[in-house]
């Protein structure tokens, strides 16, 4: 049972970081290149195998980088539990102003030592013909009748070339980063039917004057956020990383809004590509309007409440939200817009609402490796306020924000010595009431 005393400082805590986040300055220009990709600064080298034989092994929980060649296919290796589901995902990155056509992307699978074929999924560029990081995620699920037991598996990731010639970037390699994920079975049986449907009318945007938020440039530095309504400018061909915090119950729903411009005539396919992941970077749904200079959105469907057992329901998109945790908001602004529109930057506003009621989540007999990957915690909610926590090495601000509150003078060091004072206690009576009660799924 939650002790009151307990309570009062996770309320405390929140509080803090909101008075906290008032005397923030009002944004730090993200410090991220068109086309480039912040890779897990802890990322592995790995050299995949052309054949199943030599193919190096992977660990769960450990970020790897790879490189993919021309029309390449790459084995790796993984070793399972017959009772362990593995989410295999993997991001492609191509150079920098590279011709892509909308078939181009990678396709990636695990196969048991039998050459059996667990389900696949593949990611391609589509109407925006715009190269920008690429991410698909295979796996391994213990509830079929394929890729069943313990033993060694093989992850096949495959790149979908139409052509191109050697000018175009087609020939060069694609840089890989792939970070395998293991989720344990239940304590204890529990449904095997998806939740039923319920109404999925989009609700009304938020309304509101937008902060500015800048990204990160990966997933490894991500910029946390939560709901409000938040703005960016882009430049084409720039991709951002935004994560969010989602429980047990809640519903993350997003739209992303491209502003009109006074200058250029002409229409862009796909220009504005917003899409959503869940904490294995599996896709949840995604959107690509096109441009004509006037304003326009990119609305993502309104998902289910996040609930485990909406694994087993028909549609992928609900089969994504099946665990809490980290949700990751990507936009891309196509590096056609240059073309017709100009070099911007181009103002970007991002309404994101977490809808639903949050619950406990279900009790797993063992930890996911890595063993926070499906945890949120009250200090994850308070980052998403004030946007720190994610910036890594891409300069996206949060790091630089909490030295500025710092060295503003005697009352704003002291709100920073309340935040991190209140903030660690909280966090860890946080994190050990996680640990000892509510293993993540």
């Known amino acids: 049972m939650r002790r009151p005393a307990d309570a009062a400082v996770r309320v405390a805590a929140v509080a803090a970081v909101v008075c906290a986040a008032a005397v923030l300055p009002g944004g730090t220009a993200a410090g991220i290149q068109d086309g480039t990709y912040d890779f897990a600064p802890d990322a592995r080298p790995v050299t995949g195998a052309a054949s199943t034989t030599g193919a190096a092994r992977l660990e769960p929980g450990r970020t790897y980088r790879s490189s993919l060649p021309r029309n390449g296919k790459l084995y790796y290796r993984l070793d399972l539990a017959a009772t362990t589901t593995a989410y295999v995902p993997v991001t492609a990155v191509p150079p920098a102003h590279a011709t892509v056509t ?32 690429l991410t698909a995620v295979a ?33 060069q390699p694609w840089d890989l980063e792939i970070a395998p994920v293991t989720e344990p079975p239940l304590a204890k049986a529990g449904p095997t039917t998806a939740p039923g449907t319920r109404d999925s009318a989009s609700p009304e945007p938020l309304a509101g004057e937008p902060r500015r938020r800048p990204g990160g440039a990966g997933f490894a530095t991500a910029r946390p956020l939560g709901q409000g309504v938040w703005r ?68 993502l469907a309104p998902p289910p409440p996040v609930e485990y057992a909406n694994r087993y329901a028909v549609l992928g998109g609900q089969r994504a939200v099946r665990f809490a945790g980290d949700y990751y908001l990507v936009v891309h602004l196509s590096e056609r817009m240059t073309q017709t529109f100009g070099t911007g930057p181009f103002a970007v506003t991002l309404r994101v609402r977490i809808a639903g009621q949050a619950h406990g989540g279900p009790a797993y007999a063992g930890r996911p490796v890595p063993d926070d990957v499906f945890t949120v915690t009250e200090q994850d909610r ?32 002291t709100a920073l010595l309340l935040v991190l004072g209140v903030w660690t206690v909280a966090g860890r009576r946080a994190q050990t009431r996680v640990s000892a009660q509510k293993p993540t799924a």
């Open 102 to 133: 909308s078939t181009d992307g990678i396709r990636v699978s695990v196969q048991d030592a039998h050459g059996g074929s667990c389900p696949y999924a593949s990611a391609r560029f589509g109407a925006a013909l715009s190269p920008r990081p």
């Open 382 to 413: 308070a980052a998403a306020v004030i946007g720190s926590g994610g910036s890594g090495g891409s300069g996206a601000g949060g790091g630089s924000a909490m030295v500025a509150l710092a060295v503003g003078g005697i009352g704003t060091g």
């Open 232 to 299: 960016t400018d882009l430049t084409p061909g720039q991709t951002v990383f935004y994560k969010v915090p989602v429980d047990w119950g809640r519903e993350p729903q997003a739209v992303a809004e491209l502003g009109a411009v006074a200058q250029g005539h002409g229409y862009v396919g796909g220009a504005l590509n917003l899409s959503l992941y869940n904490p294995v970077r599996g896709l949840v749904d995604d959107a690509s309007p096109g441009y004509t200079g006037t304003q326009k959105s990119a609305a």
């Open 139 to 171: 796996q391994r699920e213990t509830d079929g009748t394929l890729c069943q037991g313990k033993g060694t598996y093989y992850v096949l990731v495959e790149r979908l070339d139409s052509g191109g010639t050697a000018d175009s970037g087609a020939a």
